[in-house]
């Protein structure tokens, strides 16, 4: 009776080890795809805010701004489009310069704009100009105000360069995940491989004994999952506490109920891989092998 609670004990302590251990792999991980949602958050916010002016010509009145301004937002590319009026344009050249330049020559000389921004994944240079090409053929525009290629270059090569080192990181640790998750459940299924051997002994397939093991190690993977799961939610809900307080606006709780049930499936998955390969290695060694 003693030496079938001590096995019991140590049956239940070495899936605690395997749960502790997968849920703080998990919690890095998930850590990591966080980061990367709010990085990819952050990159689609900067690439909105570039902004392009489509300058009337002097004969044009605010009417014909409009309508363009209207034939921007039905375009596939276009995020916003706001008009700026003859009016409207004197008086914030009047706040940026202090220059009433209506006053200077009588007549308010400033064309009306329309100013407008991009989808993020129109926001590349080659876009960028094709758009501007485009846009100066209507009629009654005489330019369009767009930023710095260089800039836009150097922005979204900086965005790709930082999506690159964050997948390397995510994959890495998703490697060395396998591999602690990996070293963790051999030494939980290693307590064990006399039991292996016994059953081999009297007959039982190599399916049968491997089904509890990975089933087993399977629920682990899942309870980290869930524990994993809970500490990232209630960081994420505890944020504004520590003035972090618009990071649903990086982070959606949408995107963290899917990272939270990838981390699921992955714990589960990983378990059971570890297991089967570890159940597999001791079933095909050999009694006087199992004391190495």
């Known amino acids: 009776m003693k030496e079938n609670k001590e096995a019991k004990i140590s049956y ?4 605690l080890t395997t749960v502790v251990s997968v849920t703080l792999v998990l919690l890095i991980v998930g850590l990591i795809a966080l980061i990367s949602c709010a990085a990819r958050s952050e990159t689609q916010r900067i ?35 706001e008009v700026i009026g003859k009016e409207a344009a004197m008086r914030n050249w009047t706040e940026d310069t202090g220059v009433n330049l209506e006053e200077l020559y009588g007549v ?5 704009e329309v100013s407008f921004t991009l989808k993020s994944e129109y926001a590349t240079e080659g876009n960028i100009a094709e758009i501007t090409r485009d846009i100066r053929e209507i009629p009654g525009v005489d330019d369009v ?11 979204n090569e900086n965005i790709e360069r930082l999506s690159y080192i964050l997948g390397g990181i995510a994959l890495a640790m998703i490697i060395i995940s396998f591999v602690l998750i990996n070293n963790t459940v051999h030494l939980s299924i290693y307590s064990r491989r006399f039991t292996i051997h016994t059953m081999q002994l009297v007959g039982a397939t190599g399916n049968f004994i491997r089904r509890p093991f990975i089933l087993n190690n399977m629920l682990s993977g899942v309870l980290a999952g869930v524990i994993a799961g809970v ?6 809900a505890g944020a504004p506490y ?14 963290c109920g899917i990272i939270i049930a990838a981390l699921l499936v992955t714990g ?17 060694k050999d009694y006087d092998d199992l004391f190495k």
């Open 145 to 155: 105000a767009v930023p710095d290629s260089s800039m836009v270059s150097a922005m």
């Open 108 to 112: 308010n000389p400033l064309s009306p």
């Open 47 to 81: 690439r909105e805010q570039i902004e392009l002016s489509a300058i009337m010509k002097d004969s044009v009145g605010d009417a014909e701004a409009i309508r363009l301004a209207e034939y921007l937002r039905r375009q596939p590319y276009t995020l916003t489009a």
């Open 268 to 284: 589960a998955l990983i378990c059971a891989l570890a297991a089967y390969i570890a159940t597999t290695r001791y079933l095909r």
């Open 231 to 236: 500490i990232l939610m209630a960081g994420l």
């Open 12 to 15: 239940w302590a070495a899936h």
């Open 242 to 255: 520590f003035g972090i307080t618009d990071i649903s606006s990086y982070i959606p709780w949408g995107v």
